[in-house]
């Protein structure tokens, strides 16, 4: 049995507070452009396959706090490059829909960035994007959280690199999510 150690507690807050900000703060279609994104897709339809959505919000949680430690205040770094709490860049951005604030527009130079810097619009244009390009990348048979890593570093043709665990982003994301796992089967 798991102990609850120090450690375990600031992933639990860790995870509280990500809860607060991202899950009860999310308005429904405070943006434009967001698909439904609840898994009710048509490949619900009469077939036995189920609807796909392992974008967990502890999934989530655990890319921004590889990204950047989850430090809601990240602008872009690298030259603009990568903006916000996820890192997001722009070909990410265009890929998800271009998602914006409400009342930009996408074509707006400056779109871009405020919705990466945002942590509401990062975060769905984050879902939005492993909600299209979901990719069983480890080819282990399922395509979940750990898949959902690799695509965020890798995007979903370089995913299935075997040298995406050997990067320090993948290890700081599967140790987040590992405890994840080890908190839920305490
Ligand atoms: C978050 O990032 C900002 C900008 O990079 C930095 O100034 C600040 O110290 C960081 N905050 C934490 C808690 O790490």
């Not at 989530?60 to 430090?71: D, F, G, K, V």
Request: charged share 20%; proline share 5%; with cysteine.
């Amino acid at each position: 049995m798991a102990k609850i150690n120090a450690f375990s507690l600031i992933a639990i807050y860790g995870l509280m507070a990500f809860t607060v900000i991202f899950v009860s703060a999310t308005p429904q279609r405070r943006f434009s452009g967001v698909d439904d994104l609840t898994g009710q897709s048509s490949q619900n339809t009469g077939s036995r396959r189920k609807a796909i959505n392992p974008m967990t919000e502890a999934c989530l949680a655990c890319i921004c706090q590889a990204s950047t430690n989850c430090n809601l205040t990240t602008r872009c770094i690298s030259n603009g490059k990568y903006c916000g709490p996820f890192l997001i860049s722009r070909p990410y951005w265009l890929d998800a829909g271009q998602l914006t604030l409400i009342g930009d527009r996408a074509e707006r130079a400056g779109a871009f960035e405020d919705c990466a810097n945002d942590p509401i619009c990062s975060a769905q244009t984050v879902r939005t994007y492993m909600q299209r390009f979901q990719t069983d990348c480890n080819r282990d048979g399922a395509i979940d959280c750990d898949d959902m890593g690799r695509i965020h570093l890798m995007g979903p043709t370089d995913c299935v690199n075997p040298r995406v665990p050997t990067t320090p982003f993948f290890k700081r994301f599967r140790s987040c999510y590992d405890k994840v796992l080890q908190l839920s089967s305490a």
